[in-house]
């Protein structure tokens, strides 16, 4: 019986997938392709610029060496402050004594050779300053990683996958009734229970999943591009790009930051669900309207927001630097879960499923 029951529900999601292959299959790979694009485009284009700009440097050295009439005069100050003029065997002119009072020489500050790095990073750094510099960082500042460069990139691939997710919950419903095909599944040994139950796995479980396969691909070409383009500036990439990288971390913010978010976002898919399986026209209407009314007549007649506060508990919303769009897309912040409403969330989702598994059964005509 359990072996029929995981086949059962293994064709059902296999069908969610061949049916909306374009928006669950193909959109994340095709994203995480394009991305990959235009990251290769822009080190592309990084490298173009930085090979015009060395030969545009190269050519006005290379004028101004062969300039006719250029004198150089060099004033040569000695500790004591005194001027001499440069050897003959030099080759350069000789200037006048410094000691002449028509001259005004304006003295600067002897520093080291070693203050002075003209290396590709081009920094002044006086004898003292870089120390005190190093030990400030060492001691406020927490190590640098790059981890935020690729959850920017993870954070695009989920924000793409919310709106896949409601269009795919507000439509399978209601696409089932519109075509006419809920005929065949009544026909079948499946109860609508189970299609309902398997299209909110779709939404919480498969097509993240398939979103989060895509997502670490996007963030391996980003990698590897990143290792060609410090290896082409001759550094060792070992040190500055796979050295600053705590994948470990980074894999367990992603995947274990999806499971609690699918857990804050199960009421607004299955009310999603309810709305596909009850609407005759438009679910997306039927799914936005009687809140944004009920909301409205809170408001007026109690001065009350208690529904606007729910309704923005498990709903995607800006939520500050740390999670851009709500929920958890750095990692779950255990510190502040309000596990209450996360439980108050999910026995609505229940009663909402329980729902549109009824309308499925007993409302199928539009």
């Not at 060395?54 to 150089?72: D, K, N």
């Not at 695009?156 to 006419?180: E, I, P, Q, W």
């Amino acid at each position: 019986m359990s072996s029929n029951d995981s086949r059962r529900w293994f064709s059902l999601i296999q069908r969610e997938l061949r049916e909306y292959r374009l928006s669950l299959v193909w959109t994340p790979f095709v994203l995480a392709g394009a991305l990959a694009l235009i990251m290769l485009a822009g080190v592309v284009v990084a490298n173009q610029v930085s090979t015009f700009g060395e030969a545009v440097l190269s050519a006005i050295l290379q004028a101004e060496g062969e300039g006719e009439g250029l004198e150089l005069g060099v004033i040569i100050i000695d500790s004591e402050g005194k001027s001499a003029s440069p050897p003959a065997t030099s080759g350069l002119p000789a200037v006048p004594d410094a000691s002449d009072p028509a001259l005004q020489i304006e003295r600067v500050p002897e520093a080291e050779e070693e203050a002075w790095n003209f290396s590709r990073e081009w920094r002044f750094s006086p004898p003292g300053r870089g120390d005190r510099t190093a030990e400030s960082s060492e001691s406020d500042s927490p190590v640098e990683t790059l981890n935020p460069l690729l959850q920017g990139v993870h954070m695009l691939m989920l924000l793409v996958l919310l709106v896949v997710s409601v269009h795919y919950a507000l439509g399978s419903l209601f696409n089932d009734r519109r075509d006419r095909s809920i005929l065949f599944w009544k026909s079948m040994p499946v109860a609508p229970r189970e299609e309902v139950l398997a299209k909110l796995v779709v939404c919480l479980l498969v097509a993240p999943l398939m979103f989060l396969a895509a997502s670490l691909l996007a963030q391996l070409a980003m990698l590897l591009l990143s290792v060609a383009l410090v290896w082409r500036m001759g550094l060792d990439p070992l040190e500055h790009v796979l050295g600053n990288l705590e994948f470990a971390r980074l894999l367990l913010d992603q995947v274990g930051g999806w499971l609690v978010t699918a857990l804050w976002v199960a009421p607004m898919y299955a009310w999603c669900l309810l709305a596909s399986a009850a609407a005759r026209r438009s679910p997306f209407l039927l799914a936005i309207a009687p809140v944004l009314v009920a909301m409205l007549l809170e408001s007026l007649l109690f001065g009350s927001s208690y529904l606007a506060s729910a309704v923005q508990n498990h709903v995607p919303h800006y939520a500050g630097a740390r999670n851009a769009v709500g929920f958890y897309l750095f990692g779950p912040d255990w510190g502040t879960l309000d596990l209450w409403s996360m439980l108050l969330g999910l026995l609505a989702a229940g009663l909402m499923l329980w729902a549109a598994i009824w309308l499925r059964r007993h409302r199928w005509e539009i």
